[in-house]
């Protein structure tokens, strides 16, 4: 663990997306850390980038296709780097490996941030998977991290239309008897596991499952209605549409191949029929043998997805 007198060095690349502002702020939030944030050149200027300055965040330009030289550039002084790059780079991530190598990094968190799986299901978690065999290929120290799924993106939309996609919260969709149990987190907490796990030994060349709460779509919809309630705000105005597994597995039949949708579809059959997002697989050798955040850190408050809720609602 980092002494007060010699801050860790963290590089976060994409520090101003979802995942990546969650870290971010946790890493900020510790006090525990020099924090450097890598973007592209276009978007050095930006007002969420400036932001990140004024709080005494180091910005550094970046982009995954640089030369070799500029790579080892971005990442000079660094001991960690954790990326949060978009879903269309994962495959790049190589070439910040071979950089944090070159440099002396001491442990890359790649772009994991996702539920639990086996190889063969999902595409991404397949093509997530390559990364983390390539950075053990090169010797690298690495921590892998996943969360099963944002509670934001389970809870449902309080609207009365539903929409065609696979993100629960907007399709409103309940798959089966909506009684699989998943692993969901708040996405603010992201951060607060992140500062813990980097800051301890024990985590270092191992895979790490972050989680607030075990619930079925079912329980999520009962915490949505109590939510809304509670915040006087009438009733939800969202009602479930029931799609059966069947249906749902024709809809990963007919998406493209390395579309978004396959991605979002093969995900949620992952989580809803298979019953992939739980800290007990998690915990499985086939799946990674995971350490569990939340016994690694029971002194770690987060949210309850009751309170998350709220917040998703109170805005």
Request: aromatic letters at 8%; hydrophobic letters at 40%.
């Amino acid at each position: 663990m980092s002494s007060p007198s010699s801050k860790q060095t963290v590089f976060v690349l994409g520090g101003t997306g979802t995942t990546g502002s969650s870290v971010v702020e946790g890493l900020l939030e510790s006090g525990k850390y020099n924090v450097v944030v890598g973007v592209r050149p276009v978007s050095i200027s930006k007002p969420e980038v400036n932001e990140l300055r004024e709080r005494g965040v180091e910005i550094r330009a970046i982009e995954l296709s640089n030369a070799p030289h500029e790579l080892d550039a971005a990442l000079k002084g660094v001991d960690t780097v954790v990326s949060t790059t978009f879903y269309t780079e994962i495959d790049k991530q190589v070439h910040l490996a071979d950089a944090a190598k070159r440099v002396g990094v001491k442990r890359f968190i790649p772009d994991d941030w996702a539920s639990p799986c086996v190889r063969g299901v999902r595409r991404l978690y397949d093509e997530k998977a390559v990364i983390q065999d390539y950075i053990k290929s090169i010797g690298l120290g690495y921590t892998f991290i996943d969360v099963g799924i944002w509670a934001a993106v389970m809870l449902p939309s309080d609207k009365e239309e539903a929409e065609d996609t696979f993100m629960p919260a907007a399709s409103h969709a309940i798959t089966g008897a909506g009684n699989v149990k998943n692993a969901v987190t708040h996405i603010p907490d992201i951060g607060k596991f992140v500062a813990e796990i980097i800051d301890d030994d024990r985590t270092l060349n191992k895979y790490v499952f972050c989680w607030a709460e075990e619930l079925t779509q079912n329980e999520l919809w009962d915490i949505a209605r109590k939510a809304k309630a509670e915040l006087g705000g009438g009733p939800l105005n969202a009602s479930p549409v029931y799609q059966s597994e069947e249906a749902l597995l024709e809809k990963v039949k007919a998406t493209e191949d390395g579309s978004w949708d396959q991605i979002g579809y093969e995900y949620i059959y992952s989580m809803f029929v298979r019953g992939d997002n739980t800290v007990e697989n998690a915990k499985k050798p086939e799946y990674g043998g995971a350490l569990d955040a939340r016994e690694l850190y029971p002194h770690l408050e987060v949210s309850s997805i009751k309170d998350a809720a709220k917040a998703i609602y109170q805005k």
